[in-house]
């Protein structure tokens, strides 16, 4: 990593004698009447709202010390004034990590506080790119609401951003009772991500796994051994899914290879062939939702995930405890979004109708006490998304998942509300695909409206692909309307 004296002003490119990401000059020029100080940030409540992710005490603090008014503010950290002034008043949090790390470089407040490895939170972030499946001593950027953990032992070099960690009473002994509370604990977070995204309790997932490993060092019987690093498993999945959720990607691959890892040490296990397919299926699912953030040509992030998937169905064919009904169906539905990704339509209509046929069969006594999110409304919203992703490049689906995703979107409860919320605008895309152009601009309010009211990151992108397929009809007032809905709240959203 460069040293200081390599550093560069962000703004004008002068060469830095001392820390900090600009240079006197354009300090000057941004409103500055009397720089940071080394030490500026020892105040020990600004080192607290630091450890909380509370910024507005933070902004207050540099301006009245720097003179900096709002607007300035605003400017220096690429922000507007409207929410540097709700972050002051309490009212928005700002914890996204490149943000974070943003902040930090340009306000000089010490990594550490924010609880980043290393000297330079920007010069990590550069690296993000460097996937950590790579290279394993990539040392991750995680938010104040989440605990990094040295989940894997060579992963050593994870650090913790939980202040003032209380060590857990030892445990000498564990028995069933305390895998239960386990596997209710990883319950309750599911239900809470379904309902609000994974963002709002992410920090307490990882927190709770951190104290999960612990219990590993406990006496037990072989069985509740099994038992206990399946929960363990199916804790780091969960925890990964709602870092994905709020796209921090790398993390998110971090807590799926160890729960991976884990299930594999629980082979005995019945449940550790289903659990470790599951995972690999999540795996695929993020590298769809990373194909659609790049150019629709690019087909390498859907083959990264038809390979994940067909890893899944060995995984599931090769195990003396066969998966579930359940989980073979959702092969099946996972193949058939890669398929479509590949604008491949009758392998895709092929896996449609194997996950249709697969569900069907599954017997609701036998189906496992996990799937109960496995609804008629999320089998209709896996394929109505294999015909979203189809339009795409094929139209003529757009009338069918206008009809599948239409069904999707009114059967789901309350308790499903971020799984809505995500179908809404693909819903949008193939009403106006399909001609629909007054239920595609009320769909695209929908899905701004709800989108917006989660604490998950994954949707924004998809109104992005909604705002561009929204274009070619901006001469009609309505559209134009919702299109300046959706590039507002993108303005102001780091997703």
Request: charged content about 20%; some cysteine.
């Amino acid at each position: 990593m460069a040293g200081p004296e390599r550093r560069r002003c962000q703004f004008c490119g002068t060469t830095l004698s001392a820390t900090g990401s600009m240079c006197g000059s354009c300090a000057r020029a941004a409103g500055f009447r009397r720089p940071i100080p080394d030490g500026f940030y020892e105040d020990a409540a600004l080192r607290a709202a630091l450890t909380r992710y509370d910024f507005g005490p933070v902004f207050t603090a540099v301006r009245q010390h720097t003179g900096l008014s709002q607007l300035q503010l605003a400017n220096l950290l690429g922000l507007s004034q409207s929410r540097v002034s709700a972050v002051e008043r309490g009212e928005r949090r700002l914890t996204h990590v490149r943000l974070a790390a943003r902040l930090a470089d340009r306000l000089r407040i010490p990594p550490h506080l924010l609880g980043f490895p290393g000297e330079s939170p920007g010069s990590v972030v550069a690296q993000e790119e460097v996937s950590w499946l790579e290279r394993r001593d990539f040392l991750t950027l995680v938010t104040a609401a989440t605990l990094g953990s040295s989940l894997h032992p060579e992963l050593s070099r994870l650090g913790s951003l939980l202040p003032g960690e209380v060590e857990p009473a030892p445990r000498p002994r564990i028995g069933a009772a305390d895998v239960d509370a386990i596997e209710a604990i990883t319950d309750g977070f599911r239900r809470s991500d379904f309902a609000h995204g994974g963002g709002l309790y992410r920090a307490a997932a990882v927190t709770q796994l951190h104290q999960v490993r612990r219990l590993e060092d406990s006496s037990c019987t072989p069985k509740i051994r099994a038992r206990l690093l399946i929960a363990l498993a199916e804790l780091a999945s969960m925890a990964g899914w709602m870092a994905y959720d709020v796209d921090d990607h790398d993390a998110a691959r971090r807590l799926w290879t160890y729960a991976l890892d884990t299930a594999r040490r629980a082979d005995d296990h019945p449940r550790a062939p289903d659990l470790a397919v599951d995972v690999l299926l999540d795996m695929a699912h993020q590298a769809l939702h990373l194909h659609s953030l790049g150019p629709v040509a690019n087909g390498a992030r859907a083959g990264e995930a038809l390979h994940l998937v067909q890893l899944a169905s060995a995984t599931a064919a090769n195990r003396r405890h066969p998966v579930s009904t359940i989980t073979q169906g959702y092969i099946f539905a996972v193949l058939g979004w890669c398929r479509a990704a590949l604008r491949e339509p009758e392998p895709t209509r092929r896996a449609i109708g194997d996950a249709q046929d697969t569900y069907a069969a599954a017997d609701p006594a036998t189906t496992p006490p996990w799937a109960w999110y496995v609804t008629d409304a999320e089998i209709t919203a896996q394929q109505g998304h294999s015909l979203y992703l189809l339009a795409l490049n094929h139209p003529e689906f757009a009338p069918e998942a206008v009809e599948k995703l239409t069904t999707a979107a009114t059967g789901y409860g309350v308790e499903y509300e971020r799984s809505r919320a995500v179908i809404l605008p693909p819903l949008a895309c193939v009403q106006f695909q399909a001609g629909d152009i007054a239920g595609a601009v009320a769909t695209g309010h929908d899905a701004v409206d709800a989108i917006t009211s989660l604490s998950s990151t994954r949707g924004y992108p998809r109104l992005r692909m909604l705002n561009t397929i929204a274009a070619p009809y901006n001469s009609r007032p309505e559209v134009a309307e919702l299109r300046e809905h959706i590039r507002g709240v993108l303005a102001t959203t780091m997703a």
